[in-house]
């Protein structure tokens, strides 16, 4: 359950992180962020495979830069649904969705037990 919550706190964090770095992605506060992190959470749990699946032939045709395309939707999608939580367009949700798994990236590798 600690996992879990670090896990919360990290993404909301990364997330207010990228929201400083690219402009045309805000996040409000702390809490839209820990908002922003559950959604995006779930969205990435529940939507992004059923997208990867039904885009699989474009994915394979663009040899998975497809993907990309699809993080960045699911981003903007989260964004619609977080109060306190914008993307102003496709291009800095795909920025923002790029330095989203960059930065989580680093963070699983300093805190494996987070990825758990």
Same mark, same amino acid.
């Given at each position: 359950?600690?996992?879990? +919550?670090?896990?919360?706190?990290?993404?909301?964090?990364?997330?207010?992180?990228?929201?400083?770095?690219?402009s045309? =992605?805000?996040?409000? @506060?702390?809490?839209?962020?820990?908002?922003?992190?559950? +959604?995006?959470?779930?969205?990435?749990a529940?939507?992004?495979?059923?997208?990867?699946?039904?885009?699989?032939?474009?994915?394979?045709?663009?040899?998975?830069?497809?993907?990309?395309?699809?993080?960045?939707?699911m981003?903007? =999608? @989260?964004?619609f649904?977080?109060?306190?939580?914008?993307? @102003?367009? =496709?291009?800095?949700?795909?920025?923002?969705? +790029? =330095?989203?798994?960059?930065?989580? @990236?680093?963070?699983?590798?300093?805190?494996?037990?987070?990825?758990?």
């Amino acid at each position: 359950m600690l996992a879990i +919550i670090l896990h919360l706190v990290l993404s909301a964090a990364v997330l207010l992180v990228v929201a400083h770095t690219v402009s045309g =992605f805000v996040v409000a @506060s702390f809490g839209s962020a820990l908002v922003g992190a559950i +959604i995006l959470g779930v969205v990435n749990a529940i939507v992004r495979p059923l997208m990867i699946v039904l885009t699989l032939p474009l994915t394979i045709l663009t040899f998975g830069l497809f993907i990309f395309v699809i993080n960045a939707l699911m981003l903007k =999608f @989260s964004a619609f649904l977080v109060p306190g939580m914008q993307v @102003s367009g =496709f291009g800095p949700a795909l920025i923002a969705s +790029i =330095f989203l798994t960059i930065l989580n @990236s680093i963070v699983l590798a300093i805190f494996p037990v987070v990825g758990d």
